[in-house]
């Protein structure tokens, strides 16, 4: 690993040594990473476009979707080709500000993520809630400026850990796939209490805050769904939530796996453990969440099936 000319020991690139421990099966375990990364970007794209096509489901739910989508497609291609490119050709050299950059945007768009889904269970409160007035609650307007605020949320609690890491003295290569915050600040010979402080201050600000929103919308949405006269009533409305509820847990599990093993079980769990599970934390939502979706919500089932056959149709009246 080089350095830069100056008082500090500022590396010119880093060395991200992969999966420690897993050097030999390195290849072996690309082809699943790969496999859930092509369904990713196939389901969110097609999903985007399935609701930009479908005027039925231009509506603040399948918005809040396509936004969801969006951010899987950008959260997982952040880290995705690099970690391949180290699997299959063992390419693991990485510039410092690369490096600074691919952190910023994992945990811009990590951040994102989950207050998306904190939008979408705001949506479904509004639309259990408050149906007569879910239309003029989350006009197109609200909805541009909710994504907004969520976006600039994550980028201004981000931007202060790639200040906080440039600064720091380093002298190890980085035992990831990917530049992630502590992973990086863990390699340096300086002090880090700054750094792991900071960031279990924006895991509370961003994923605290969130859950905190989810569990009220969804208290407030069970006392509403419960106060129904009748059982079908009752789950044909909690039945548009099921969806929602696979995506949180399919995001927060991992997440919460990843954060706390990384902070408090460093060393009873082998770090190739932490390192799988960093990567599925990333890849595992955008993966499922088009999986989840077509499955469980009849409106975008319906809109396949018309798509696929218009498709059909097209295509057998070109013959």
């Known amino acids: 690993?080089?350095?830069?000319?100056?008082?500090?020991?500022?590396?010119?690139?880093?060395?991200?040594?992969?999966?420690?421990?897993?050097?030999?099966?390195?290849?072996?375990?690309?082809?699943?990473?790969?496999?859930?990364?092509?369904?990713?970007?196939?389901?969110?794209?097609?999903?985007?476009?399935?609701?930009?096509?479908?005027?039925?489901?231009?509506?603040?739910?399948?918005?809040?979707?396509?936004?969801?989508?969006?951010?899987?497609?950008?959260?997982?291609?952040?880290?995705?080709?690099?970690?391949?490119?180290?699997?299959w050709f063992n390419r693991k050299e990485i510039d410092f500000k690369a490096c600074l950059a691919q952190m910023f945007f994992v945990h811009t768009f990590t951040g994102m993520?989950?207050?998306?889904?904190?939008?979408?269970?705001?949506?479904?409160?509004?639309?259990?809630?408050?149906?007569?007035?879910?239309?003029?609650?989350?006009?197109?307007?609200?909805?541009?400026?909710?994504?907004?605020?969520?976006?600039?949320?994550?980028?201004?609690?981000?931007?202060?850990?790639?200040?906080l890491t440039k600064h720091l003295t380093y002298c190890n290569v980085i035992p990831h796939t990917y530049c992630d915050h502590m992973a990086v600040a863990k390699i340096s010979c300086g002090n880090v209490k700054i750094n792991a402080i900071y960031g279990l201050m924006v895991a509370l600000l961003i994923g605290g805050f969130d859950i905190l929103c989810i569990t009220i919308s969804y208290t407030m949405i069970l006392r509403a769904v419960v106060s129904l006269s009748s059982a079908d009533a009752r789950q044909k409305t909690f039945s548009t939530c099921t969806a929602h509820i696979c995506a949180i847990v399919i995001t927060y599990v991992p997440a919460f796996f990843t954060f706390f093993t990384h902070r408090f079980g460093g060393h009873s769990i082998p770090p190739h453990i932490h390192i799988i599970m960093a990567n599925l934390y990333l890849l595992m939502p955008p993966t499922m969440n088009p999986i989840v979706y077509g499955v469980k919500t009849k409106q975008i089932r319906e809109s396949v099936i018309r798509f696929l056959l218009k498709g059909k149709s097209n295509s057998s009246h070109s013959i």
């Open 113 to 163: 993520e989950s207050g998306v889904l904190m939008l979408m269970a705001l949506d479904r409160y509004v639309a259990i809630c408050y149906p007569l007035r879910y239309a003029t609650i989350l006009t197109n307007s609200v909805i541009v400026k909710a994504g907004l605020l969520t976006f600039l949320r994550g980028v201004m609690l981000v931007i202060p850990f790639t200040f």
């Open 1 to 87: 690993m080089s350095f830069l000319n100056g008082t500090k020991l500022t590396p010119a690139s880093f060395i991200l040594n992969g999966i420690p421990g897993l050097e030999e099966v390195h290849l072996w375990i690309s082809f699943p990473l790969c496999t859930m990364y092509s369904i990713a970007i196939t389901g969110n794209f097609g999903l985007m476009y399935l609701i930009y096509s479908e005027e039925a489901l231009h509506r603040p739910m399948y918005i809040f979707l396509a936004l969801l989508s969006f951010t899987d497609v950008l959260m997982c291609t952040s880290t995705l080709p690099n970690t391949l490119c180290i699997l």
